[in-house]
């Protein structure tokens, strides 16, 4: 008897320790943020671009990645992304540009998109229909708290170490999962393969590329031109158009589609797909501008930042746990509700507390109830997703599912980037123009153009602008402090308005879950030889 039949737990050891990495990846880059801006030189955008490549190569090859299971058998295909995830870490940590890194990023990605669909089609797999929830409380546990824990780790490495042992530290885990797997995980091969949709892939992958690179770039590029005559605005529209061609393309494809319409017939899937959009914009999209507000305005290490949200990853563990226990007896959308507004409000409580001056520990409580949100969602969605497909579409559906949090993910990101920008610029200068009040009027006009100049370059998170040569000696450490005041003021405003952008996809979220439906027994799988 296989060791994996003996002991599944051993194998399953092995998946949520791959799937904590790429969990973990995708959040832990917005606590190094100030850290990297100085350490690589680097400008804001550059370093959003670090963690939105990443986003972007994990979300683009997911769809084909879950037919490439169903294909070659999800061990070999998790094994090679094992192992290009585990040295583009490595890459990661030795990077010496922003260029590099962001490289090294996207290679990364496309290994995390290689490993992730295959953890939740080996949980299928591994365990008979009557066993899973069990193992499906775990995993979607392990996400949850692996998306809190990537800040609070974080800072950890940051404050102790240095930035490039958040990238590193995957290096050791990664050579350990790759043992275990090796040994423990069985070798499934299908009995028939399926035929690659070639047009549909190349259609999926250059939609999502151009929509998020110009949604991300946008303001960068301020809604212009991006090379000759086309704009951002183009890019955009292409990409849309071309994702509308995919979704035509798979009804009429003749080959096996990457994006199965059987698993859209009625029951829960559509619904739990957009509900988990709906979650990763929201998860990862509160991130940026809380995180860079705590370490800019409040002023805190990355060390006191990981330790602030510690409570928020145990409060996510905690409502996954009991999540395990309730869907055993609440209907799945009750309890993915309860936690979509549980997050909502956690969200709008931390808006509400931010000023420049709150002091620390008044956010505790707010992230408290938004990780005890996120903890709850992700084991009683993904059952809900998963419970009803049959086993010749588990590679095919997981592919789908993990998508569609990952395209919610990258908008997410981008779109908070986007609108931290946009509001700093704004918010920033009024800032300025209300504190320019308390200095001598000569003054004024040149303090408002600075403060402004500074809204808009990379020098917008690392400090204040220059005191011009002409200001008595007298008077310099009163602008600075003026000058600090209104920067605190106007960046604090503009992480305000970007935290609501989370919490109204997160009501669009709940809306979504309403229509989820108690699964059906899964189809029997076929027995592997």
């Known amino acids: 008897m296989p060791r994996s039949e003996r002991n599944p737990w051993i194998a399953f050891t092995a998946l949520c320790a791959c799937f904590f990495m790429i969990m973990l990846d995708s959040t832990i880059v917005t606590v190094t943020i100030p850290s990297m801006l100085s350490g690589l030189h680097a400008n804001l955008n550059q370093i959003i671009w670090v963690n939105s490549v990443y986003l972007l190569a994990n979300t683009v090859p997911l769809l084909l990645t879950g037919r490439l299971g169903d294909r070659f058998g999800p061990k070999r295909v998790l094994l090679v992304g094992l192992v290009v ?5 490595l890459w990661c940590g030795l990077a010496r540009s922003p260029g590099e890194l962001i490289a090294a990023r996207a290679v990364q990605g496309l290994g995390a998109a290689a490993m992730t669909p295959q953890t939740l089609a080996f949980i299928s797999r591994l365990f008979p229909a009557d066993r899973r929830r069990t193992p499906i409380t775990i995993w979607g546990a392990v996400a949850g708290v692996a998306i809190i824990t990537g800040p609070v780790l974080g800072g950890l490495l940051v404050q102790r170490l240095d930035w490039r042992w958040i990238f590193l530290l995957n290096v050791p885990l990664g050579l350990a999962s790759l043992a275990i797997a090796l040994v423990f995980l069985p070798d499934w091969l299908p009995r028939m393969r399926a035929r690659f949709d070639v047009p549909g892939a190349v259609l999926a992958s250059a939609g999502l590329f151009l929509v998020v690179f110009g949604v991300q770039n946008g303001q960068h590029y301020h809604w212009g031109p991006v090379f000759g005559p086309v704009a951002v605005p183009h890019l955009i529209g292409l990409g849309v158009a071309l994702l509308a061609g995919f979704v035509v393309w798979q009804r009429r494809a003749r080959t096996e589609p990457l994006l199965p319409p059987y698993l859209f017939r009625g029951g829960s899937f559509g619904s739990a797909n957009l509900t988990h959009a709906a979650l990763g914009f929201a998860t990862t999209g509160m991130f940026l501008p809380l995180v860079i507000y705590l370490q800019t305005v409040l002023g805190l290490s990355a060390l006191q930042c990981s330790l602030l949200t510690a409570p928020m990853a145990a409060a996510a563990a905690l409502g996954a746990a009991v999540g395990g226990r309730a869907w055993n007896r609440l209907a799945a959308r009750h309890f993915v509700m309860f936690g979509l507004a549980t997050l909502a409000v956690g969200t709008i409580g931390l808006a509400i507390q931010a000023e420049p001056d709150t002091a620390p520990l008044v956010l505790v409580p707010g992230l408290v ?34 998508t569609a949090r990952q395209v919610g993910g990258v908008l997410g990101s981008a779109a908070s980037g986007v609108l931290l920008q946009v509001g700093i610029a704004v918010a920033v200068p009024v800032a300025a123009r209300e504190h320019a009040e308390r200095l001598p009027y000569q003054y004024r006009e040149e303090f408002v153009d600075g403060i402004t100049r500074a809204a808009n370059t990379a020098s917008q998170f690392s400090g204040t602008p220059e005191v011009p040569a002409e200001v008595p000696r007298a008077a310099v450490e009163h602008l600075r402090l003026v000058a600090t005041d209104a920067f605190h003021l106007g960046f604090t405003n503009a992480a305000k308005a970007t935290l609501v952008l989370p919490v109204v996809v997160l009501i669009l979220g709940m809306i979504s879950a309403a229509g989820l439906r108690e699964p059906a027994r899964p189809a029997a799988l076929p027995v592997p030889r």
């Open 85 to 89: 995830f585990t040295g583009a870490s």
């Open 369 to 402: 109830v938004a990780g005890l949100g996120i903890g709850c969602v992700y084991s009683p969605l993904t059952n809900a997703a998963m419970a009803g497909v049959p086993g010749d579409l588990v590679g095919a559906a997981s592919g789908v599912f993990n």
